[in-house]
C-alpha cells in the first residue's frame, strides 16, 4: 500500500490534506502526526516493509520544528532515501537553502484549499 506520512499541527490543515490526499486517491494510507516527535516515535516501528513513499512536514511544529525532524528521519535505517519536503509560512534565503543542502523540497504553505489541493497533488503524482 501507498504511504504518504504528514506532521501538521494545525487541525484544519490535517483535514484539508485528508479530504485532498482521499480525493486524489482514496488507496493511500495517510498518516497524520501532531509534532515530529510523535512522527519520529512512530516510524521507529515501522517494518522496513512498510516504509512511506513521502514525508511532509510542517517547519513551525511544537515540540520538533520540520527541519530539525529530518536530522532524526535521516538518521533511521531505511529513511535516508525517502522523500522528504517541508512547507512553511515563513521562507527565507537561509532557510531555502539550508533544505537544498538536505536534499529536501520547500514550498509556502498553501493559504486556499486549491492551492493546497494543487501542491499535494503535484507531490503525489511525483513520489507516490
Do not use: W
Request: hydrophobic letters at 40%; a negative charge.
Amino acid at each position: 500500500m501507498k504511504m504518504i506520512v504528514l506532521a501538521e499541527d494545525d487541525s484544519d490543515d490535517q483535514d484539508m490534506v485528508r479530504e485532498i490526499v482521499a480525493g486524489i486517491d482514496n488507496g493511500v494510507d495517510l498518516r497524520i502526526f501532531d509534532d515530529g516527535e510523535q512522527l519520529l516515535s512512530s516510524m521507529k516501528t515501522l517494518p522496513k516493509s512498510a516504509l512511506p513513499g513521502l514525508i511532509i512536514l510542517d517547519q513551525n511544529m511544537p515540540k520538533l520544528k520540520g527541519s530539525d525532524t529530518i536530522g532524526y528521519l535521516k538518521g533511521i535505517l531505511g529513511f535516508e532515501n525517502i522523500p522528504v519536503v517541508i512547507y512553511t509560512t515563513y521562507h527565507d534565503n537561509k532557510f531555502a537553502d539550508a533544505c537544498k543542502r538536505m536534499n529536501v523540497e520547500l514550498f509556502r504553505k498553501p493559504d486556499t484549499f486549491d492551492a493546497f489541493s494543487k501542491m499535494i497533488g503535484e507531490l503525489m503524482a511525483k513520489y507516490i
